[in-house]
């Protein structure tokens, strides 16, 4: 008795939108006293990401407290998700836990 061997088809995969994270650039926040960029925060969706997914528009105001010179940022807004960092390995940050009006988060930046 012979065996029908099933005839195996390799369709082309299906156009996907990937979910992970993607790099929409940077937000660089500076010192107004020191000039010294504190931190980034890396845009991995827009608002427009968001929307198209039925997510509500994210956007948050962020001030860096310097420690370099004391100092500190201006208040910048931020819009879409991010993930916050520092410019480079040498830098390392928190957020502070500080009420500001005008602002949502209060990080600190240092060497």
Sequence with gaps: MEEKKAKIEISRPKERQPMGLQDHGT???AC???GEILMEFLIVQTNEELSKRGL???SCKVMVRCGLCNGKSYIQEVHGQFYPGTP???MSFEPTGEKI???D???KAWK
């Design 27 to 29: 937000v660089d926040i």
């Design 32 to 34: 107004a006293d020191c």
């Design 56 to 58: 509500d528009p994210m």
């Design 88 to 90: 480079s390995d040498e």
């Design 101 to 103: 009006d005008g602002c």
């Design 105 to 107: 988060f209060v990080f």
